[in-house]
């Protein structure tokens, strides 16, 4: 456990006084892909605004290789926050900027010393990385709904993030696109080594890409298992056997 990239600590987790999940503990290795689950409503977009610094926790610590990132001044903050790239769920591009552009717009500010030629170079590479190549120029409107994910997650490697976040990827995508997904973040996540951090409770995705899963608990307000998804499938507690489960037959289909 020597190697965690984000430890969150007795983190409770929600808006002004109300705790929607509390006393949660885990880590996340580096290189490893992390998934929250549980039903709907549970709080694990909340847990993921804490986790992306978008919000300060009510109790507990996040820590960044070790380092409090709410002890931070607001400097340090912005600092470490460029370790962490996000895609969220409605993908969240400038449609009035091509994607060479919408690419450039946060190396442009965080990486004020790069010139121009340099900075379409890296855009354009980012856009290999996620298998749209040659589409610098087109604008977001113009692609599916899958292609524009993959912009969005282009856009979240900019500027190599050590952590990428994603919310619900596959909202919105037939289940070839979905796949096509899940097989993209596992290719960036050997190919960078970054830790991969994903809320989603779409159970092909789940078996396809954990290494390590984190349920939440809507009940009781807390994490109820921590473990590889099938460890937790096999032996996890009966709620998150029966969320697994769920979908009987698929798993035996992935496997055979
Ligand atoms: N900005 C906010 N301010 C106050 N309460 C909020 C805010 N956003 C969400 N909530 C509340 O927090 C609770 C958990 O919501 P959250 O979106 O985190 O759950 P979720 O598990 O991600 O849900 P889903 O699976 O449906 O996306 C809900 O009761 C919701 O109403």
Not at 19 to 29: A, G, T
Not at 56 to 66: D, E, K, M, Q, S
Not at 141 to 168: C, H, I, N, T, Y
Request: proline share 4%; hydrophobic share 40%.
């Amino acid at each position: 456990m020597s190697d965690a990239v984000l430890t969150v600590e007795q983190l409770d987790a929600g808006y002004g006084t109300r705790v929607i999940q509390h006393d949660l503990n885990f880590s996340i290795q580096r290189g490893e892909v992390f998934v929250i689950m549980g039903g709907s409503g549970c709080g694990k977009s909340t847990v993921l605004r804490h986790l992306i610094g978008l919000q300060a926790p009510l109790g507990g610590r996040v820590l960044f290789h070790g380092e409090d990132f709410w002890a931070q001044d607001e400097a340090r903050r912005a600092e470490l926050l460029q370790h962490f790239g996000v895609l969220y769920q409605n993908s969240a591009l400038w449609g009035s900027m091509t994607l060479r552009e919408n690419i450039c717009l946060p190396l442009e500010t965080y990486r004020p010393n790069l010139g121009r030629a340099e900075l379409d170079e890296l855009a354009a590479l980012k856009l290999n990385l996620v298998g749209l190549g040659g589409c610098d120029e087109l604008y977001p409107a113009e692609l599916s709904g899958g292609m524009r994910k993959r912009a969005a997650l282009a856009r979240a490697l900019s500027l190599d993030p050590q952590v990428l976040f994603f919310d619900e990827p596959s909202a919105g995508l037939d289940p070839i696109s979905s796949k096509a997904l899940d097989e993209l973040i596992l290719q960036l996540r050997d190919s960078l080594g970054s830790s991969i951090v994903l809320v989603t409770h779409e159970l092909p995705s789940i078996f396809a890409v954990a290494d390590t899963c984190l349920f939440l608990d809507g009940q009781t307000g807390t994490q109820i298992a921590l473990g590889a998804p099938r460890e937790l499938l096999a032996n996890g507690p009966q709620e998150v056997q029966r969320f697994l489960g769920r979908n009987g037959t698929f798993l035996k289909a992935e496997d055979a």
